[in-house]
């Protein structure tokens, strides 16, 4: 008798869990009919994406999904008939053969940002029906390796880069919302790249939030669909830069009512920096930066 006979479901399960990867999963299900009916089950799912696949290119990659969109908020297209569906249905395909999804990673082959060389930019991103938070930490590394002391020429162009990581950040949850809507009991989504350069995080009120809206609102998807990405609310940004680092701190929130300002504003902007980066190598500058004077402005939805 096989070792594996003697074991219960719940522990082959837990065990299936642990290896999440879908790649691996899937070669499991040949192994026996137990496995073939058990490997659906797995509800903790980790999908590395080699490549994004659309239906209007085999060849797009993310960026260029993103560098699209980019191009389409500076020089708007003149109203035309309708575009051809731009689902991405690769991660859809692959995890329909799970059935009890409640918590999936995915992992893009690359970041979105294309940035000039010995400059680093970080960022995470929470999202409900459309974007809550974004937290957005960078910095310029001089060819001695030493920080230099303005990051990425001024102002114009740190706000420039908070706008391409929103940006970054829309498309990726537009990415994946097919998968949202089919897995209806998943209650963690986590979108991340193999360069470590954003995360993207849905949990579970927030996906609730997206189903919600989806319901009522068809008019937002067809809106969402013709810019290839998730409409970004009005916002407000608090940057803090540090001359000394090279370094530069962004706190992004949605504005809606009830948005506290004042001192109860930094403490909770200082909480979502943290938890973004105050446990990562960053850490140390991170906190830094949270002492430093900080600006705020705010932006329009786009």
Partial sequence: ????????????????NSVSDVKSLIRCRSVSKRFNSLVPQ???ILLKIDRVISSESDSDSLFLT??????????????QGPLPNRTHTYPVQILSQFQRIRELHVELP?????????????????FGETLKTCVIFGFRLGHDGNYETEFAGGLRRRVMWTISALMAASVRHFLLREVVREHKGM????IT?????GEVVMEKQGLREWR??????????????????TVVPSVRMRMRH????????VVVRAVKDGTHNGREADVEDADLAVRAFGNGVYGDAVRELLKARSYLLEMNSF
């Fill in 187 to 190: 209650e963690e989504l986590v």
């Fill in 1 to 16: 008798m096989d070792g594996f006979d003697q074991l219960p479901d719940s522990l082959i399960l837990l065990i299936f």
């Fill in 66 to 79: 993103l560098l699209k969109s980019f191009f389409n908020f500076i020089l708007p297209r003149p109203t």
């Fill in 193 to 197: 790249d193999r360069e470590g350069e």
């Fill in 42 to 44: 797995t509800d903790s």
């Fill in 242 to 249: 540090e001359p000394r680092l090279g370094a530069t701190l």
């Fill in 212 to 229: 919600e809206a989806r319901e009522s609102h068809v008019r937002m998807e067809e809106e969402e669909e013709e810019r290839g990405r």
């Fill in 110 to 126: 690359a970041g979105d940002l294309q940035l000039e060389k010995g400059t680093v930019v970080k960022w995470r991103a929470e």
